[in-house]
RNA sequence: UGGGGUGUCGCCAAGUGGUAAGGCCCGGGGUUUUGAUCCCCGUAUGCGCAGGUUCGAAUCCUGCCACCCCAGCCA
């Protein structure tokens, strides 16, 4: 991974507000928990971040960096050892970081605090507001009624204190096999919000946690975890997505019956959806577990890891989150927004030339062995950048997309008797088109003028259009991945479980000839470069042997547009 | 048909009673040795709908309509 030196010049919008922020401006305003703001970032560690996540990294990683003395926690929700993995504790570290964001040394577990929030159980208990319900979790979802109809009292909500305690004790030390027993919050079973018909609190797990090992056979809920852990923390905004506006009675409920000396503000904001993509974890990981995609770092994965290799830049990311908003509005973002931000970026990028789909082509009448080297610039804004000589010869690759046969009213590029300039070169005319026995085109004549070297004619006419190539004989044979939206509908979620029937089949292209010009020979992982009038390119890390260079994204292409 | 939310341009999103910001996309033009970049210009008499209050309403009130979330011992 290398650094972005592409985003050091691009310059990022000034933070803009929204409605979280507004309410944390007033809350300092009135000295509010004297005047703190500590925010968190509260990850499970199932499966990797995506940049849905990086939205509310940005946010509150965003909010502690900008208002005074502000910090922003990472926690890991680390609550169902069945789930979770080192691993991916390991992968969201590196993709916070590389997001740009500093935890400094608030980096906590929700299972640093297990001892805790099991003596808050026991206080919950002897306040008469929890007790073990021997219920199956099939009659617990009995009991609970439904959206319309009221739940039913547990057999078991009467306990005695001393027995509820004790119970909850044999609990924790492995009495009871799993799903035996629960601690229940003890609320109300007839409430319309259904978190309060005495949510489940504690649950037996006999699992090996990735961290406390096998210290615990009991395990916290999130209803009960979360709130408590934020308030451990001196959290004091606790931004999360919508679908948990329904458990806040819940949150507020745990820490005002405890009575906790901090209690955080939950607030909730609406969760980014993008267009022909993915989003749930669940989803991710089926595309990853089903070996639709080459991992969770596959260049096509909206994922922090995957959008990397891809060749996004952190800025862009962050221009990119800047730019979506923060509101409680259910939202699908435009690939476009998206691919608008990596352009911006990456427009500061070296240019260099690359032919991904060669065609060879000959120039009849330029000296036999000869080679020149004629300057390009390596950015056509920013002479600072320098310029390097690129190897000229009468044998080249040019894009097989240059050339048509019988070329359309506004084809500008080449065809039969037509002529072009190539870049940083000379003008060339096409005179002959060669083709095999089927009648694929291998190779195409040309003459060039001699008169016309670094790509100006001297009599001053002009030609349409600019054409990339690169000299046969001094080529670096490299792979170019082009990669394209994962799925061919704009929300794939709808299908439900059948999305998977929905990818793009042609979201990957493997372009396994490429010539590329000898300035590109032992480009390092991570570099990025503008394939000029092709995209952006980034050299892939995860290759070895030859150089693959993923396509991050294409140039915006009006031609592309005439053309339909 | 219980509860909780949300409706401003194709997609986002400002707007907090004083007469609809901005971005992306799109369209038109200019510069250009990348059909790139860059630069101009254009795009809601209208804010889910219908009433009402007010000198004045996207903002306040009333009633509808549409969409999203919730019945894991997941988070």
Not at 81 to 95: N, Q, R, Y
Not at 457 to 476: E, F, L, M, N
């Amino acid at each position: 991974m290398t650094d972005d030196r592409t985003s050091e010049q691009a310059s990022e919008s000034p933070q803009a507000s929204n409605f979280i922020r507004q309410i944390i401006d007033a809350d300092v305003a009135a000295g509010k928990n004297g005047g703190k703001v500590v925010t968190r970032f509260p990850p499970e560690p199932n499966g990797y971040l995506h940049i849905g996540h990086a939205k509310s990294i940005c946010l509150n990683f965003g909010i502690a960096r900008d208002y005074d003395g502000a910090v922003c926690h990472l926690r890991f929700d680390d609550t169902n050892p069945t789930k979770e993995d080192l691993e991916f504790v390991e992968a969201i570290k590196t993709d916070v970081a590389w997001l740009g964001f500093d935890w400094q040394q608030n980096l906590f577990h929700s299972s640093d605090y297990f001892e805790q929030i099991y003596q808050f159980a026991i206080k919950l208990i002897e306040l008469g507001k929890a007790y073990v319900c021997d219920l199956s979790a099939e009659e617990v979802r009995e009991y609970r009624g439904t959206l319309t109809e009221p739940g039913r009292n547990s057999p078991w909500r009467d306990r005695s204190v001393e027995e509820n305690l004790d119970l909850l004790e044999r609990m924790r030390s492995g009495e009871f096999a799993d799903g035996s027993r629960l601690l229940r919050a003890k609320i109300d079973m007839a409430s319309p919000n259904i978190n309060m018909r005495d949510p489940a609190l504690y649950r037996v797990k006999h699992a090996t946690h990735p961290i406390t090992g096998d210290a615990w056979c009991i395990y916290p809920m999130y209803d009960f975890s979360h709130c408590l852990s934020d308030a451990i923390e001196g959290v004091t905004h606790s931004l999360c997505t919508l679908e948990f506006e329904d458990h806040r009675p819940l949150y507020d409920w745990v820490l005002d019956t405890l009575n906790t000396e901090h209690h955080p503000q939950q607030i909730e904001f609406s969760r980014l959806n993008l267009d022909y993509t993915v989003m749930s974890k669940r989803k991710l990981q089926t595309l990853v577990a089903e070996q639709k995609v080459s991992g969770w770092d596959d260049p096509r994965m909206p994922t922090i890891s995957g959008l990397r290799r891809r060749g996004y830049t952190a800025a862009a990311i962050r221009e990119f989150c800047q730019r979506i908003g923060v509101t409680r509005h259910d939202n699908v973002i435009e690939m476009g927004v998206l691919e608008s931000c990596i352009r911006e970026d990456l427009e500061a990028a070296p240019r260099v030339l690359g032919v991904i789909n060669p065609l060879k082509l000959l120039i009849t009448n330029y000296p036999a062995e000869q080679v020149e080297y004629l300057t390009a610039q390596n950015h056509p804004q920013y002479p600072e950048m320098g310029s390097r000589e690129l190897p000229f010869s009468g044998e080249l690759w040019v894009e097989r997309d240059d050339f048509m046969e019988e070329p359309p009213k506004k084809f500008f590029r080449l065809g039969p008797g037509r002529e072009v300039r190539l870049r940083y070169g000379y003008y060339i005319t096409c005179t002959d088109v060669i083709k095999d026995a089927d009648g694929e085109i291998t190779e195409i004549h040309c003459t060039y003028d001699p008169a016309t070297r670094g790509g100006s004619s001297p009599d001053g006419r002009k030609v349409k259009g600019t054409i990339h190539w690169v000299s046969v004989a001094h080529a670096v044979d490299a792979e170019v991945r082009l990669y394209d939206r994962l799925f061919s509908e704009p929300n794939p979620a709808a299908a439900g479980d059948d999305f998977l029937q929905l990818l793009n089949p042609d979201s990957l292209q493997v372009m396994a000839n490429a010539k590329l010009e000898p300035s590109l020979a032992g480009a390092e992982a991570g570099t990025r470069y503008q394939f000029e009038r092709l995209g952006y390119f980034c050299v892939d890390g995860e290759a070895d042997g030859q150089a693959v260079f993923n396509r991050t994204v294409t140039l915006r292409d009006s031609w592309a547009k005439i053309k339909r």
